[in-house]
């Protein structure tokens, strides 16, 4: 785990917002077509926060690098869910270190 890697990605705060967005996925992305247990479609973002999607694709990229989220691709659709392991791991590694 990178934690510096983490650290920088959680540096910004649309990034926060959607990690925080996605642990209760059900409270805001509700309009969602697809099973929310597939993640959250990319376009939810965009929707969500009115950013254009290049920009949403790179704030997702940045977090899913840092180990944040995980993608999984169901055709044209790109879907992302928080990586609960590696983000309890990094906090008591935090915790630890701090």
């Known amino acids: 785990m990178d934690k510096t890697e983490i650290l920088k990605a959680l540096a910004h705060p649309v990034r926060v917002d959607f990690l925080e967005w996605m642990k209760v996925p059900e409270e805001h992305f509700s309009n969602q077509l697809h099973p929310l247990e ?14 254009s999607q290049s920009t949403v694709s790179t704030h997702l990229s940045t977090l899913e690098k840092a180990g ?11 879907f992302y869910s928080r990586d609960e392991e590696k983000i309890a791991a990094f906090l008591s590694d935090l915790k630890a270190t701090l």
């Open 38 to 51: 597939m993640g959250i479609c990319a376009k939810q973002f965009e929707e969500r926060c009115g950013l």
């Open 68 to 78: 944040l989220v995980k993608s999984s691709r169901v055709g044209q659709w790109a």
